[in-house]
């Protein structure tokens, strides 16, 4: 018998019916419309093993994926759903790998996809309403070896700006978390407090709608500094990207900023069925685009410090 319980147990095994359903409601969820002509009605075929659906009034041909986030992927869909399944504990492209039965790389690319998906439905929510904003500076530190010399390395701390909208309750309406261009490193601690001021501007121009009644926005004091529901989640947000990921650079930081901030909103709600929605009606993102995407951020150098070895003098 085993001794521990694994996260093995918890992967539903779906099955492709199913799948399909579900990602025909996302797709379509007032029915099927032709995607040419906007007609109603369909006749189901298959081609070559796969299931199309066929325009009753133009015979335009189209399939399940197409227009989706899954559209040219070979994995079979029911490792899609797992995947999406296994976003709702924030786990690394290693261990989705392992537990779904696919390479490393089309894991790390089912991730980034689905958080494509996620950054989208995120786009499409201004912040409204009262709200909380909170300047931070997202950065860590690691060491590793370069050649035999075992070296300290420190990403400059990057500014990201925490927003939110919060119910009577105090719980959250809308959350956003959003790497920044601001001042970085020692420019940032030599600026201080009017860099981070800076950042939030930029971030309320962008993330928040109708600026025009005014500016309702409340400010977070150092005071508050520990005991805000912004603060919690910020720190949450950090030790997950430190634990889980060992850090994160600039060029993704977004995406899983995004990521983290889709799981917290849907803590008492179905994040599944939302994130099938967001991928139902989410066009891809290749593989190059992904790699080659620019940050919100500007890249931002390593900085190196070589430390001593016993009986060794750092030159
Ligand atoms: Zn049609």
Redesign the pocket.
């Known amino acids: 018998m085993p001794s521990r319980f694994s996260i093995r147990d918890s992967v539903p095994a779906f099955s492709t019916t199913d799948c399909e359903h579900a990602l025909f409601a996302a797709k379509w969820p007032d029915g099927f419309r032709?995607?040419?002509?906007?007609?109603p009605h369909y006749y189901e075929v298959s081609s070559r093993g796969r299931r199309l659906f066929e325009?009753?009034?133009?015979?335009?041909q189209a399939s399940l994926t197409a227009g989706t986030v899954l559209e040219g992927s070979r994995t079979p869909l029911a490792k899609w759903f797992q995947a999406m399944f296994l976003m709702q504990l924030g786990i690394s492209a290693r261990l989705l790998a392992e537990l779904i039965e696919v390479t490393y790389k089309t894991a790390w690319l089912i991730n980034h996809k689905l958080r494509h998906a996620i950054g989208v439905w995120d786009s499409e929510q201004p912040l409204e309403g009262d709200l909380q904003l909170l300047g931070e500076y997202y950065g860590y530190e690691y060491h590793r070896y370069l050649g035999s010399v075992l070296v300290q390395q420190a990403l400059k701390p990057q500014p990201v700006v925490v927003g939110a909208s919060l119910d009577a309750a105090g719980d959250f309406v809308h959350l956003k978390m959003k790497a920044v261009d601001g001042p970085e490193g020692d420019d940032a601690a030599r600026r201080g407090d009017a860099g981070v001021e800076e950042a939030v501007e930029r971030f309320v121009e962008k993330h928040v709608a109708g600026q025009a009644d005014g500016d309702r926005a409340e400010r977070l004091e150092p005071g508050h500094r520990g005991r805000s529901a912004l603060h919690v989640a910020w720190r949450e947000a950090v030790r997950w990207l430190n634990w889980t990921f060992g850090g994160i650079g600039p060029k993704h930081l977004q995406a899983y900023l995004n990521e983290f901030c889709f799981r917290r909103l849907h803590i008492r709600t179905d994040m599944l069925a939302e994130l099938i929605s967001c991928c139902g009606t989410t066009r891809t993102i290749t593989y190059r685009r992904l790699v080659g995407l620019r940050a919100g951020v500007r890249p931002i150098p390593w900085a190196y410090r070589r430390l001593a070895r016993p009986g060794q003098r750092v030159g």
Do not use: E, I
């Not at 032709?34 to 007609?39: A, D, F, Y």
């Open positions: 032709c995607p040419r002509c906007g007609h325009c009753r009034s133009c015979a335009h």
